[in-house]
């Protein structure tokens, strides 16, 4: 609910006082829930979240490779877990809840994509794609969103992609463009659902990074020449690179910011 400014004797606003940079993106005393956390980009947005001060949840499948990354985060609460499973989704928002006492921030991170020509691709493996990268996101959201709801606050991040905002082309991933389409059009669905009762949705459309699913693509000379090409920066992006965007939209620095989509991908989508 919003706040009417307090007025001076001539009705003008009062300036509010100017908070510092790091008072800013602070993350002190938030709980941040990062799913597909064992690696990637995942691992670097909860490592992120800690640095900003906030209390961590990692999910994600492969268990050892998350309690490694959550040895990296001082008090990360580590929990195992299938996002495509519904009981496996249950037991992640609860445990959080329940070893926190509260939920503020959802980072979607788990995802996957696979390249194959759409004249080729198998629908059981596209409805798969699109359970995992759409369909379970939004089941896990309405889990977390109805604790975020009830405390009247929190925030969700989605990470889809410029493919769920232009086509790939010549690098044919239909059920991948597909989900994330549907990601980013849900992100403002569920923003103007939620946006009077205190819960903020955007997403972040990252461009080509390095991470585990791009390796194929960026390790190889032919397919980084192919990036670099469509890329007016003229290179892809650097894990460093989404920490901004991340902590912007999951703090109170975007406190009246809901549903927007954020590419951050060195001009991909401006060409």
Request: aromatic share 6%; net charge negative.
């Amino acid at each position: 609910m919003s706040t009417a400014p307090t007025l001076t004797a001539t009705g003008a606003p009062v300036p509010e006082a100017v908070p510092t940079p790091a008072a800013l993106f602070d993350l002190s005393g938030s709980v941040v829930l990062v799913t597909g956390a064992s690696g990637g980009l995942g691992a670097r947005f909860a490592s992120v979240a800690a640095a900003a001060g906030a209390r961590v949840v990692l999910a994600a499948r492969r268990a050892e490779r998350l309690a490694e990354v959550a040895a990296d985060c001082p008090g990360a609460l580590a929990v195992p877990c299938d996002v495509t499973s519904a009981a496996d989704r249950a037991r992640l928002v609860d445990t959080a809840v329940e070893h926190f006492g509260r939920l503020d921030v959802l980072v979607n991170n788990a995802g996957a994509a696979r390249v194959v020509p759409a004249t080729e691709e198998d629908p059981a493996d596209f409805a798969s794609l699109v359970d995992l990268n759409l369909s379970s996101v939004f089941a896990l959201t309405q889990l977390a969103g109805a604790r975020m709801l009830a405390q009247g606050s929190g925030s969700v991040v989605n990470i889809a992609s410029v493919y769920g905002m232009v086509a790939s082309g010549s690098l044919p991933q239909a059920a991948y463009a597909a989900s994330k389409g549907g990601l980013v059009n849900l992100t403002r669905e569920l923003a103007a659902q939620w946006a009077r009762r205190g819960v903020r949705v955007n997403a972040i459309c990252p461009g080509w990074f390095h991470s585990e699913m791009t390796t194929g693509m960026l390790d190889d000379e032919s397919g980084s020449t192919w990036v670099n090409r469509r890329t007016p920066m003229g290179r892809s992006g650097s894990a460093g690179e989404l920490d901004g965007a991340l902590l912007f939209l999951a703090s109170a620095a975007s406190s009246y910011v809901t549903g927007a989509v954020l590419p951050v991908d060195g001009g991909y989508l401006a060409i």
